[in-house]
């Protein structure tokens, strides 16, 4: 069984539905992205599968349990979100945030630690904002944001990760060290991550499992080297493309197929 997946989903927004009749089960140990174009439902799921967003019928189970009948602070300890548009409280430190991931571990009778000092410390790093400790987080760019919200959901220390499009506000070299790192955390640590990517090169190289969007409904799901094909890209995103190997890594790669230069615009250049 796997320890997050939702059965019958219907996903609506004031009464209008995005997604309906969803079965979603999420691989455990798997690093799962979902793709599909802008609209299509996969953002929403994302936020159902974290308890944001309550669906209008159907469940969400986490370790087979109906996940809104779950204590709050019980879920934090099992799953961790990163979702889109945060905003941090005025004034706060990066510090001070990052260390908020560690409150689904204090109550009465556990307060602040040096064990959690330490993983403060070490999810700063791991996501390079170490050095922005003391700063406070609306003087950040919308990058270092985004590291500072990703380090404080690394504080969580959940066995489940979901990340609402992570590398958005990134340049691509930030990009690629984020993924590198959640590739880390799913092969080193065994972490199962669940990730909205916008770009399918990065999602077929990074995950194991892929899950396919449009109009709200799952089209393919299953590992990137056996469901990426030109014709899946063709009915999802409604490209022409050639998908060949990608020589460093050997997953699938996705390569547009080039534009056909008309007559007239080939006289204009003339």
């Excluded at 209008?16 to 009749?21: T, Y």
């Excluded at 919200?149 to 958005?168: I, K, N, R, S, V």
């Excluded at 990517?197 to 892929?210: F, I, K, S, V």
Aim: charged content about 20%.
């Amino acid at each position: 069984m796997s320890r997050l997946a939702a059965h019958d989903v219907t996903l609506a927004y004031q009464g209008d539905p995005v997604a309906e009749h969803l079965d979603v089960a999420i691989p455990d140990g798997s690093f799962t992205a979902i793709i599909g174009p802008n609209a299509c439902g996969k953002s929403t799921l994302l936020r159902a599968l974290g308890r944001v967003l309550r669906p209008a019928r159907g469940t969400v189970h986490l370790d087979g349990r109906d996940i809104t009948s779950l204590p709050a602070r019980k879920v934090a300890q099992q799953l961790g979100l990163l979702p889109q548009g945060s905003t941090a409280p005025d004034g706060i430190t990066v510090a001070d945030l990052v260390a908020r991931g560690r409150y689904p571990y204090q109550g009465l009778f556990r307060q602040w630690s040096s064990r959690d000092e330490q993983v403060v410390g070490e999810s700063m790093a791991a996501t390079g904002v170490a050095e922005l400790a003391d700063r406070c987080v609306d003087e950040l760019s919308g990058g270092q944001r985004q590291r500072v919200w990703l380090a404080m959901c690394l504080a969580q220390q959940t066995p489940l990760l979901l990340l609402d499009e992570p590398t958005t506000y990134l340049d691509v070299a930030h990009q690629v060290e984020l993924l590198n790192l959640c590739a880390e955390l799913h092969e080193t640590e065994g972490r199962t991550l669940v990730a909205v990517l916008h770009d399918l090169n990065q999602a077929a190289r990074y995950a194991t499992h892929l899950i396919a969007m449009r109009d709200g409904a799952v089209v393919a799901e299953g590992d990137p080297s056996e469901i990426v094909t030109a014709e899946l890209v063709q009915r999802v995103f409604g490209l022409r493309c050639r998908v060949i190997e990608d020589p460093e890594s050997g997953t699938p790669l996705v390569v547009p197929l080039a534009r056909v230069r008309t007559a007239a615009g080939a006289a204009l250049r003339a």
